[in-house]
């Protein structure tokens, strides 16, 4: 907690131009009505912070405006598309988890954030991307991102599936940090084991393997956790799950007919980064 403050005060201080975004909610791509916990408006010293991106890939994917959604062609910028799978129920059963496991005073709802709202994203310290292998981050969102981690800030990449998404997930990073790409995180670091130790890891599938009985998709068989250290290789400062769908594990965690082994590794998996973020 007093890392995640730290990070704030030290952004403020530099002088962001913008104060911080209000709480918003956006229609995603499986719910539109998923009411607020009643203490949503609660101050916290966390809140769990959504990446907002357009899809596609590529520099901007569809002219960095849209994406597909589940209705067609959509605006990313108003929900529905690639950023919102599994939003908000994922993240809300989380801060559940998190307040539940932790001491971490974590906000109940998440906050969607937008490379384009100024500086709003250095307000967030720790930032999850899903379905990141469809990012199609502008020049310009390349660029804050990377100011973002540079000034300290967190980024989880998760969803990714086989290897043309990871392909452009990659590039996504090697553009956002140049001559830098992520490598496997090997088993004795600190992000596994700083409250759980999590060596023995096995893959996480999604409730659609209920239907589809595959527990991957896109050849996605063999599950990865890779990073990106910051120049002095003592701090993880990108973690990419592939061939994982942890938020998934976060989303399907109270229904009986999803695989408990899922949402054990996948909760205790983001535990793990959220406390390595705010003390690391």
């Not at 911080?20 to 009643?38: D, K, V």
């Not at 992000?191 to 589809?212: C, E, M, N, P």
């Not at 109270?254 to 535990?271: F, N």
Request: aromatic content about 12%; cysteine-free; hydrophobic content about 40%.
């Amino acid at each position: 907690m007093l890392r995640a403050l730290a990070i704030i005060g030290i952004v403020a201080a530099a002088g962001a131009a913008l104060a911080q975004m209000p709480w918003r909610e956006y229609e995603g791509q499986e719910y539109n009505n998923f009411p607020a916990p009643a203490d949503a408006m609660v101050k916290s010293e966390f809140v769990f912070a959504r990446l907002m991106y357009p899809s596609g890939g590529g520099r901007g994917g569809f002219g960095g405006r849209g994406g597909f959604g589940r209705r067609g062609f959509a605006d990313w910028r108003q929900g529905r598309t690639d950023w919102t799978n599994d939003y908000p129920r994922a993240d809300r059963h989380l801060l559940v988890a998190l307040r539940r496991l932790t001491r971490v005073d974590a906000r109940s709802v998440e906050q969607p954030v937008n490379l384009d709202d100024g500086d709003d994203v250095y307000n967030w310290p720790f930032l999850y991307m899903v379905r990141a292998g469809n990012a199609g981050l502008t020049d310009e969102q390349t660029v804050k991102l990377r100011d973002y981690i540079a000034r300290g800030g967190f980024l989880v990449g998760d969803d990714i599936w086989g290897i043309n998404e990871w392909a452009n997930f990659r590039e996504t990073i090697e553009r956002v940090l140049p001559g830098k790409t992520p490598n496997e995180i090997p088993d004795d670091d600190p992000v596994f084991h700083v409250a759980f130790d999590l060596t023995k890891r096995y893959q996480i599938s999604g409730q659609w393997s209920l239907r589809s009985g595959v527990p991957y998709l896109n050849g996605g068989i063999d599950p990865h956790w890779r990073g990106v250290w910051d120049e002095k290789k003592s701090r993880l400062i990108v973690s990419a799950w592939m061939n994982n769908d942890t938020g998934d594990s976060w989303e399907w965690a109270d229904v009986p007919e999803y695989p408990e082994r899922y949402s054990a590794l996948g909760i205790r998996i983001v535990v793990n980064h959220i406390v390595y973020a705010m003390s690391h």
